[in-house]
């Protein structure tokens, strides 16, 4: 029987493509928890920023143990500062201005900025079905971020939110490109587990006045769910979903990737309505759909990545 080498490469691309679709799930389920944390126990970001990779780390390095990462070693400073503690700080920043749909809807923006850098370097072929996938998804973005013409609560888009929404596109469109070399040259664990604990330990010099504020005043009532809701962003939203993510990229490129991303807002949105009560309008699930169909065009149909010559 004669192998089937391609047929073998689509099961593997496929698995990659499952890891990142967890993986940017359990995203948009931690923006919720965190909003909770925002709205009802009023947590600063800042703080959740550094209990969340601190956390993150340490349990890696208790439980796996991996080699600090040695190969190309200024890239991995950029990728767990400018990286993952940029994207950390500015996604919950959007979150504690706006909510968790606006901020995972605006962060998304980071799936075109990643597509444009990869057709630039030649990565991937600049084809009509990207094209048209492009166009869906931007429009999908702004439906969804917007309900034009009609007008949603569920989007909140202060000047502040905007900002920072923008900012965690980019600093995701960072890591996602970086991650694969990384990641090929150290390994997934020791990748993520030592900048969650150099990102971790950054972040303490935005966040040790207000941290030190706020355990201050918090009642011993509160703690227990405190507790729980900070391990499950920290396990489950930090460490396996960036874990899962970032791995998913040994598999596929950052476009596939960053593609597979976007069960991050329909989870955020779905939890959200679920847990907070936050719905999305018709408008909105139309905008969902055209992303839908961004990722199909793009994954079945017009996604070709350069091969060596």
Request: hydrophobic share 55%; no cysteine.
């Amino acid at each position: 029987m004669e192998a089937d080498p391609g047929g073998n490469r689509r099961r593997i691309q496929a698995g990659g493509i499952v890891l990142a679709i967890i993986g940017a799930s359990l995203w948009g389920l931690s923006g919720t928890l965190s909003s909770i944390l925002f709205r009802d126990y009023g947590m600063p970001f800042s703080t959740l920023v550094s209990l969340r990779m601190i956390l993150a780390g340490i349990i890696a390095l208790a439980v796996l143990r991996p080699k600090f990462p040695r190969k190309s070693l200024r890239d991995f400073l950029v990728f767990a500062l400018a990286g993952l503690f940029g994207v950390q700080i500015t996604y919950l920043a959007t979150i504690s201005y706006s909510n968790a749909p606006t901020a995972t809807l605006l962060q998304y923006l980071f799936f075109p900025i990643v597509m444009i850098y990869e057709v630039a370097r030649r990565k991937v072929s600049l084809t009509a079905g990207i094209l048209v996938s492009v166009a869906l998804a931007l429009g999908g973005t702004f439906e969804l971020t917007t309900s034009f013409p009609s007008h949603s609560a569920a989007i909140i888009l202060s000047p502040l939110a905007i900002v920072f929404g923008l900012l965690s596109a980019l600093t995701a469109a960072l890591y996602t490109i970086m991650s694969g070399p990384l990641i090929r040259q150290n390994g997934t664990l020791p990748v993520i587990t030592w900048a969650f604990i150099i990102g971790g330990a950054f972040s303490i010099i935005f966040s040790m006045n207000s941290s030190y504020a706020y355990f201050s005043d918090i009642h011993v009532s509160e703690l227990p769910m405190i507790v729980a809701l900070v391990l499950l962003v920290a396990v489950f939203g930090t460490l396996v979903a960036f874990g899962l993510y970032i791995r998913s990229m040994q598999e596929i490129t950052a476009t596939q990737a960053s593609l597979a991303g976007t069960m991050e807002p329909i989870t955020a949105a779905l939890s959200s309505a679920i847990l907070l009560g936050i719905f999305l309008t018709g408008f909105q699930y139309v905008g969902g759909v055209m992303i839908i169909m961004a990722i199909i065009i793009v994954q079945l149909f017009s996604f070709r990545p350069k091969t060596a010559a």
